[in-house]
Structure formats: C-alpha cells, structure tokens
C-alpha cells in the first residue's frame, strides 16, 4: 500500500511555485470590476433611508471590503509561493479581513434581530393601545346588514 501511495507521489505534477495561483490578467479586471460594484454600494448606501446603526456597521463592512479586495487580488495574482514569508503573510492578512468581514455580517443579522424585535415591540403596543381606546369608546350602534334598522317614527305611533 505505502509503496503505490509513494509511486502515485512521485507521479503527481509538481506545483508550480514560481508563478502566483492565478494568472494576473484574469485577477486584475474582476478585482476592478468588484471594487467599482462595491464603490457604487457603498455610494447608494450613504443615500438609503435605514436606521443609523444598520448603516454604520454596513458602512464599516463596505470598508474593510474595499481593502480586502486589493488584498486578495495580490494573494491570487501576484503572490508566489516559492517566497514563503510574503506568501504567508499576505494570505494570513487576507484570511482575517474576510473573518472581520463575515464576523460583522453576523453583527449585521444581530442587529436586525433587534431592530424587528424592537418594530415588533411597537406595533403590538399600537394595536393593544387601539384595542383599548374601542373598549372604552361610547357605544354607538353600527348599521350592519345583519341588524335591522330601527323603525321609522311614523310606524311607532301606528295605532293598529
């Protein structure tokens, strides 16, 4: 068994460790291409109508992204391998930068937990309040289809 595993070994291609993991052509334009996407959300962001603590940590997450997408085009593009310590380093900082990014996305679903909860809290006030204010509201007969309407004056005097 070690003996066909060392063979498989020995026949498997080498990684090429003087060339980065993507070609640098293909990184640059979608690198591009996100940062102007996510500079465009970030823009329309600023305009939005939402609660300031929903912004303010989308805003803090569109900014840690715009950093981490350079960062990540020069761990795909342009890091090579054979160069250990940059190698490490870059990928290692781009690792973090994602694990803030996704740890301020889970921040992000916390904090619309609350605001809904709050919201929620709000309305069943409203509604307990309205229920309330028609309890104790005079009485007035409504003109349902299911009740007759009263009679008329001349059929109360009607000596018959």
């Keep these: 068994m070690s003996f066909e595993l060392s063979i498989l070994l020995a026949q498997s291609p080498r990684v090429a460790t003087t060339s980065p993991l993507l070609p640098t052509w293909l990184v640059i334009p979608f690198g591009a291409i996100t940062l102007i996407a996510l500079a465009l959300h970030m823009r329309a962001l600023r305009q939005s109508q939402m609660p300031p603590?929903?912004?303010?940590?989308?805003?803090?997450?569109?900014?840690?992204?715009?950093?981490?997408?350079?960062?990540?085009?020069?761990?795909?593009?342009?890091?090579?391998?054979?160069?250990?310590?940059?190698?490490?380093?870059?990928?290692?900082?781009?690792?973090?930068?994602?694990?803030?990014?996704?740890?301020?996305?889970?921040?992000?679903?916390?904090?619309?937990?609350?605001?809904?909860?709050?919201?929620?809290t709000r309305l069943q006030q409203q509604i307990d309040l309205t229920r309330l204010a028609a309890f104790h509201a005079p009485h007035t007969p409504s003109t349902n289809a299911s009740t007759p309407p009263p009679p008329a004056e001349h059929d109360r005097h009607d000596p018959r």
């Design 53 to 120: 603590s929903r912004k303010r940590i989308r805003t803090v997450n569109g900014w840690l992204m715009l950093a981490a997408i350079p960062l990540l085009c020069y761990a795909f593009g342009f890091a090579i391998p054979s160069q250990a310590r940059q190698f490490v380093l870059v990928w290692a900082a781009s690792v973090g930068l994602v694990g803030i990014i996704v740890m301020l996305a889970v921040l992000d679903i916390l904090n619309n937990l609350r605001l809904h909860g709050r919201a929620a």
